[in-house]
Nanobody
Framework: QVQLVESGGGFVLTGGSLRLSCAAS????????MAWYRQAPGKQRELVAT???????NYTDSVNGRFTISRDNAKSTVALQMNSLKPEDTAIYYC???????WGRGTQVTVSS
């Protein structure tokens, strides 16, 4: 069974940084596009960033230039470096094996103004 475990969330002030990590198991990790989603209170789950097996990346406009997604296929991990954080980035962040409906349990990111 696919298992995804997110870590690295926390509480930061506006303008701060966090680095999230997701450890994957139960899949041939290098074959899959990975994604980070987030869900803020009262909001629909939102796709934040994706990274393909060849490390091609895409970002939603609201985080482009501030967030960086990366992967380490040897370690079966995907990371999300988040800089210049804003209160509107507050959400639970989820790791996802794209288009497989495989999810982690999420890690909370809270940005205080």
């Amino acid at each position: 069974q696919v298992q995804l475990v997110e870590s690295g969330g926390g509480f930061v002030l506006t303008g701060g940084s966090l680095r999230l990590s997701c450890a994957a198991s139960g899949i041939s990790f290098p074959l899959y596009t990975m994604a980070w989603y987030r869900q803020a209170p009262g909001k629909q789950r939102e796709l934040v960033a994706t990274i393909t097996r060849h490390s091609r990346t895409n970002y939603t406009d609201s985080v482009n230039g501030r967030f960086t997604i990366s992967r380490d296929n040897a370690k079966s991990t995907v990371a999300l470096q988040m800089n210049s954080l804003k209160p509107e980035d507050t959400a639970i962040y989820y790791c996802n094996v794209l288009q497989t409906d495989s999810w982690g349990r999420g890690t909370q990111v809270t940005v205080s103004s």
